[in-house]
């Protein structure tokens, strides 16, 4: 933990950020069945189904008022390929695909309000990809594991098509060869080995070295939730979560950002003495729809936790500075514009709250 965050004092110094965003649910219908998600609905199911555009409009309104500036985008993997419903459905908002809704509804959000979008859809080709690079500051795309005994029956990612890591592994790297800022991660505790867990943050480490595009690698605990396959699975304790930080930290490049969500862990602080420096994206509006069951802390308590241990807490953009530096490469014109608004000299947000306790207090 020590040789980790001295490599992170070197590479970012003692500044932790965050994004200040709303989270649009578009749609909870998926064609995978994860053993331990409970965002995934079937058609059958209360509320399943695809938000409006008026929805997706009132979300990002009420974000910019609160001075949100990420508007990211989490939906299921193409349930119009599993569901008729979901093809109907799609059918009556004006659409085909779920990809061609979540494009326009970034463009919406360009047009509508300040607000940048962040994209995780799930695997890509490489044109859906440059359709969505067109509208949108940066994808997500948690590769989760490498590991293929995960795709086994009994295990977490059985009869889940766009989980085989074969999959993501492409996606990331078509991300790559399009520059497209990306976000990606692993989940840890869903039935790996310690030794797949390494072999998952050294394959994102080698995607990164041949293209440059990982902007932040988030190292995500999993959380037993009710009615899933794994509700009784045990949870990684805090030991398993700053080992795996500091693991990654030590294996990824220093300039890819290293990110941990303080919602999913009371101790959240922790994670700073094994390298992180950023908390990722953190909502004054919306829930983290993926554990709706885990509030977001207060941005003062984490300010709090960060001043206790040094470091300070800084409000940044959708897309990181460095690939802001080069927006000619990494941004297509429409967001480059975009952010200009946003950023101030050092690519970080411009009109932030750039948090003091005295402020808070």
């Not at 497209?180 to 080995?193: A, C, D, K, R, W």
């Not at 429409?334 to 003091?356: F, I, N, Y």
């Amino acid at each position: 933990m020590r040789a980790a965050s001295e490599l992170r004092d070197a590479a970012w110094g003692r500044r932790v950020t965050y994004s200040r965003k709303v989270f649009i649910p578009l749609t909870n219908l998926c064609r995978d069945t994860c053993g331990y998600c409970t965002f995934a609905k079937t058609p059958d199911q209360p509320g399943a189904g695809y938000l409006t555009p008026d929805d997706v409009v009132d979300i990002v309104k009420r974000g910019q008022q609160l001075g949100c500036k990420e508007a990211l985008f989490s939906l299921g993997e193409r349930p119009e390929a599993r569901y008729p419903e979901a093809r109907a459905m799609l059918q009556r908002l004006g659409y085909k695909t779920t990809l061609e809704y979540v494009v326009a509804m970034c463009a919406s959000v360009l047009e509508t309000s300040s607000l940048i979008p962040h994209v995780n859809a799930g695997t890509l080709t490489l044109d859906e990809l440059a359709d969505i690079r067109s509208v949108a500051g940066s994808v997500g795309l948690m590769l989760e594991n490498v590991s293929r005994r995960l795709v086994q029956k009994g295990m977490a990612h059985y009869a889940c098509p766009d989980k085989v890591p074969a999959q993501r592994l492409r996606t990331l790297e078509r991300a790559g060869q399009l520059n497209v800022p990306t976000t990606s991660g692993i989940l840890i505790g869903i039935g790996e080995t310690w030794e797949e867990r390494v072999d998952s943050l050294i394959a994102l480490g080698e995607i990164h070295k041949r293209h440059g595009h990982l902007q932040e690698v988030i190292v995500q605990n999993f959380r037993a939730k009710p009615g899933t396959l794994m509700m009784h699975a045990p949870e990684p304790d805090m030991d398993d979560m700053l080992r795996t930080i500091a693991a990654a930290r030590l294996v990824l490049p220093p300039d890819v950002s290293l990110q941990a969500p303080p919602n999913l862990s009371e101790d959240f602080e922790r994670y700073l003495d094994a390298g992180i420096n950023d908390w990722g994206g953190i909502s004054p509006v919306t829930a983290d729809h993926i554990n709706p069951e885990r509030a977001w802390p207060a941005l003062a308590e984490i300010l709090r936790r960060c001043a206790e241990r040094g470091m300070q807490l800084t409000e940044r953009l959708t897309t990181y500075p460095r690939f802001l530096q080069e927006r000619a490469t990494y941004l297509a014109p429409r967001l480059s514009t975009a952010m200009e608004r946003l950023a101030r000299a050092d690519g970080l947000a411009k009109v932030q709250t750039d948090l003091t306790i005295a402020a808070l207090a």
